[in-house]
């Protein structure tokens, strides 16, 4: 049993929390009846903790909701997959890359192709990490 969890969120405009919960979600079912020690730290925006903050907690449901309007019914994991598997930068040999193992340059080249493809194929605008 994995006992520690790292996750990164975005704090919104309105002060909540938006994050993917899968993650978060799975790690208490294992820990049902277990004490937690909960540690908050903020990060400044521009880091790879922030970006992927921003892309979990904003792009991944925006995307999510504008592919369940094309009558595509995805989660949220399977929504980062498939964003994955769209961006280029994305694609290795072995697979693909997966989102903890970006770095600053590859976040930034994902998040602008995202809101890119987005704008083209699905109709949908994504705003800025700044307006977020």
Known sequence: MNRTL?????????GTLAMYRGELDAYLKENIGNRLIISIQAE?????AAMRGYYFGYIVP?????????GERKTKA???EWIRSQCPAC?????LLSVSDMGKCEMSELIDFTKQFAAE????VLEDADAV
């Open 6 to 14: 790292k996750l990164s969120a975005i704090v919104a405009k309105d």
């Open 44 to 48: 400044p925006r521009g880091t790879t």
């Open 62 to 70: 925006r995307v999510q909701l504008a592919l369940y309007d094309l």
């Open 78 to 80: 399977e929504t980062d």
């Open 91 to 95: 694609q290795q040999e072995d697979g």
């Open 121 to 124: 194929n699905l109709y949908l």
